[in-house]
């Protein structure tokens, strides 16, 4: 439907193409005759929601999978066969939200990774060749440190410029910036309009649709399995955006606190955190009424995730007190804090939320597993009475609450996480970045289960880099080096809010 | 070329991605080997007449019913993300310390001779020893399953020939017989014993909590974590089970011999992780049932027994059956469909 229309001589300027690309796996049509054509020297936004087909089309156009029909190629040349690896590296090159570097070997191992040469290697030439290639990129670091002690950054840093020394012209951003902090980002930026200008191509996957308006030219929107549209982004605005990638008008409808009514003062206090102190914050006091939805934003070193883990006794306070309706909590103990009331969706669904081989229903009733029977008997009926509860009230698309989690996508893996956090009907709920990587549509239903939580007296912690989720809070605090440095009510302001989490307002 | 196109109205034929045909496969996953179950039984009673007989059918139950317990402790140790190899050596040394605690010296004993009673419960305390010590050493020390349980196998197996002196010990307590010994309702009690030990933890690992959390340890330990599961107790407790299922193995199999052998249990292991693995555990851990590691007992069982009966020249049978052991790996690779880890 995007074939070149008005362009017969078809790949002239153009970096990547792929068209009429259709993919299967079993029944489910993960890509449905779509096409995208990513003109050389531009960067191209692809979005879309969880599931909509994106990360089958990077698969595609890195040569990882073969599509069932349909044709690619680049700079106006088929794309090489699958089993040319080396033709593919030299065409595009991808930096995923997972890391392709291998920890223990040094970054100068990393960057010429099976190019070592023909003959003995020679360790001081590929170090200083290492070197010689991360200069421009301002990575600094000693190329022979091993790769793990690379930041997220500096990570990211070095992928690229191993991609772009293999000669690769077109490089594909799978969500770069999930894991960087605001000035982190913004130096990515600065770093890709630079490269942008000496000629590379780039295409851009991200679920902030503020950072395409920000780097990129063109947008690509898909949409369960389908191409929906293709447009600069300069003439497509916001709403309009959204409501293709959703398929309807309306956009992003986020509860805001104003919605809700205000909590009383005289509202009992659900949780009491009194001079805590832990890893990479101190001190801090805060006491959350029933009902109530307290916020926290901060830089990545601010310390934020650190006191939320340890509110759910995944980290141990050096010291302080946590009370849940008066009752003290034994610090370090997930199975106190559980016991006491306190639910929590972990900072990374992958790491700390999910066993991705489980079912729905075991996932979701982990932390009630032993409230279903006698004994610590699990009926089955039980199981999966907590699972299609799950599915039914935070609206998880599945086949079924017997459906592996692993078959999931993004937006609905973290709703079952949701499910395991609010299983056990916790008096105080503890959500760190309970958006992060999930789809507009999925967010909205996340947010939308916080506001209900809410209203039935349910008091709330929300750890997020990310201001939308913030909307919901009835307090923000913001935490800059591990201490509160600022408070605001529900009329905060995005800028104000920002200039308190990167430490410049007064 | 940057022409905008209109959002495309057309009606949606393609699935949500995670929408799956309501008949559930997964359900059948478990029987995949039954097929191969009933071939061997044909094959069988077509090379041999004997196959089919009673008295040969059972006698594969009963040899197997040691090594079946084996692969119930190591499937469920497996399934919880670790390992244990020293189990072929718990297997000997477990019944051996007890019986030359209660023994005189004169039948190889270590001169205690404590009532001969106690043979019974010091087997299944060692077995539990070797267990927990297995866990301080992952746990605490935080050292990798496998190498710490290569280097308990050496260990123990050492530690048997040293208390045996290299000898079979032969005058073995009525009681510790017992359970090797007798049969009931015409199936050798130890057969029994295994299979109702394999229903045990059918029941436990499908519908109590304390079975399920296995999985989720396996499955992914910091989620288990997260979600209040006490994982180092987890691993505890199923490592000190296995170790008392391969003590009990060890009595088991001293009293269908008669006698404990200097080598009992030696090279064990391999059929051990050969029946897992054909029965669909993965070695990462978190999948896999005990249905199927029961059927990888049966399938190997099977293949053994129709080899010995076949008479294939003994130098040649290691060979044999390494060869078929890896093509029944195959075989249930490919009707499973998923990539072995």
Redesign the interface.
């Given at each position: 439907m995007m074939s070149a229309v008005n362009h017969p001589a078809a790949s002239e300027g153009l970096a990547a193409v792929a068209r009429n690309v259709t993919k299967r796996y079993g029944r489910t049509v993960a890509l449905d005759d779509v096409g995208i054509e990513i003109k050389d020297g531009e960067s191209h936004a692809l979005v879309g929601r969880n599931g909509a087909g994106k990360s089958t089309l990077v698969s595609i156009l890195t040569g990882l999978q073969a599509a069932d029909s349909g044709e690619v190629s680049f700079f106006g040349k088929p794309a090489p066969a699958l089993s040319d690896r080396e033709g593919w590296r030299r065409n595009v090159a991808c930096v995923y939200q997972r890391s392709t570097i291998m920890p223990a070997l040094s970054v100068a191992e990393n960057l010429f990774i099976n190019r070592q040469g023909k003959r003995l290697i020679s360790w001081s030439k590929m170090r200083r060749q290492a070197g010689e290639l991360l200069e421009p990129f301002g990575v600094d670091v000693d190329v022979n440190t091993p790769a793990s002690d690379l930041t997220v950054e500096q990570r990211q840093l070095v992928e690229i410029a191993r991609a772009l020394s293999v000669g690769a012209r077109f490089i594909i951003l799978d969500e770069p910036t999930a894991q960087l902090d605001g000035p982190a980002i913004e130096r990515l930026f600065e770093r890709l309009r630079a490269l942008q200008d000496t000629g590379i191509t780039f295409m851009f996957i991200s679920h902030h649709l503020e950072e395409i308006y920000e780097v990129c030219q063109t947008v690509t929107v898909f949409r369960d399995a389908r191409h929906i549209l293709t447009a600069p982004v300069a003439e497509l605005g916001r709403a309009e955006l959204v409501d293709a990638m959703t398929g309807e008008p309306g956009g992003l409808t986020v509860p805001g606190a104003a919605d809700r009514p205000d909590v009383s003062q005289d509202s009992e206090v659900a949780l009491n955190v009194e001079n805590l102190t832990g890893d990479s914050f101190s001190d801090v006091s805060l006491r959350i009424r029933r009902g109530e939805v307290i916020g926290f934003a901060g830089s990545a070193s601010s310390g934020k995730h650190q006191l939320a883990e340890t509110v759910y006794g995944l980290r141990k306070p050096s010291s302080g007190v946590i009370e849940v309706d008066g009752r003290k909590v034994k610090p370090g103990s997930v199975l106190d804090a559980l016991k006491h009331g306190i639910g929590c969706v972990p900072r990374d669904r992958h790491h700390q939320g999910l066993v991705l081989g489980l079912s729905i229903a075991e996932n979701a009733a982990m932390t009630v597993m032993n409230k279903l029977g006698p004994a610590g008997l699990v009926p089955p009926k039980q199981l999966a009475g907590v699972g299609s509860k799950a599915i039914e009230s935070y609206d998880i698309v599945t086949s079924g609450a017997d459906q592996p989690v692993s078959d999931l996508s993004g937006g609905n893996q973290q709703k079952v996480v949701m499910a395991r956090a609010l299983a056990s009907d916790p008096k105080v709920l503890v959500l760190i970045n309970p958006t992060a990587g999930v789809d507009v549509k999925s967010k909205e239903s996340l947010l939308g289960v916080v506001d209900r939580v809410a209203r039935t007296g349910t008091a709330v912690i929300v750890v997020s880099d990310e201001l939308d989720d913030l909307r919901v809070c009835d307090r923000v605090l913001v935490m800059f080096h591990g201490e509160v440095a600022h408070e605001f009510g529900r009329d905060w302001t995005e800028q104000d809010l920002v200039a308190a989490i990167e430490g410049v307002s007064e | 070329?940057?022409?905008?196109?209109?959002?495309?109205t057309g009606a949606?034929?393609?699935?949500?991605?995670?929408?799956?045909?309501?008949l559930?496969f997964?359900r059948f996953r478990d029987l995949a080997l039954v097929p191969a179950i009933v071939i061997l039984l044909v094959v069988g009673a077509l090379l041999d007449p004997t196959f089919l007989t009673t008295g040969n059918l059972l006698g594969v139950l009963q040899q197997q019913s040691a090594l079946s317990l084996l692969v119930l402790a190591e499937a469920m140790i497996l399934i919880t993300g670790k390992f244990d190899l020293s189990l072929e050596s718990t297997i000997g040394f477990a019944p051996v310390l007890a019986i030359a605690l209660v023994v005189p010296t004169s039948a190889h004993g270590l001169g205690t001779e404590w009532a001969a009673w106690l043979a019974v419960p010091l087997c299944l305390l060692t077995g539990a020893l070797i267990g927990a010590f297995n866990g301080l050493l992952i746990l605490k020390f935080q050292l990798s399953a496998f190498i710490v349980t290569l280097g308990m196998l050496i260990t123990v197996r050492g530690l048997h020939e040293g208390v045996s002196g290299g000898n079979s010990l032969f005058q073995i307590p009525q009681s510790f017989m017992f359970l090797g010994f007798e049969t009931w309702l015409g199936l050798p009690l130890s057969v029994w014993i295994s299979l109702a030990l394999f229903v045990v933890g059918m029941v436990v690992l499908s519908?109590?909590?304390?079975g399920?959390?296995l999985?989720?340890v396996g499955?992914?330990v910091?989620?288990?974590?997260?979600?209040?599961?006490?994982t180092n107790k987890v691993i505890w407790t199923v490592l000190i089970i296995g170790g008392v299922l391969a003590a009990l193995a060890g009595m088991l199999e001293t009293g269908r011999l008669g006698a404990i052998g200097a080598n009992l249990g030696d090279g064990m292991i391999f059929d051990v992780f050969a029946a897992a693995v054909i029965g669909g555990i993965s070695l990462n851990g978190?999948?896999g049932t005990l249905f199927g590691a029961l059927c990888g007992v049966l399938v190997l069982g099977l293949i053994l027994n129709i080899l010995r009966l076949t008479a294939v020249d003994g130098h040649w049978f290691n060979a044999i059956k390494g060869v078929i052991i890896l093509l029944a790996l195959v075989l249930s690779r490919l009707t499973t469909g998923k990539a072995q880890e």
């Open positions: - | 070329m940057t022409e905008t196109l209109s959002p495309d949606s034929t393609a699935p949500a991605s995670g929408r799956r045909p309501p559930r997964a519908y109590f909590r304390q399920r959390s999985y989720a499955g992914n910091d989620a288990a974590k997260a979600a209040g599961i006490r978190g999948k």
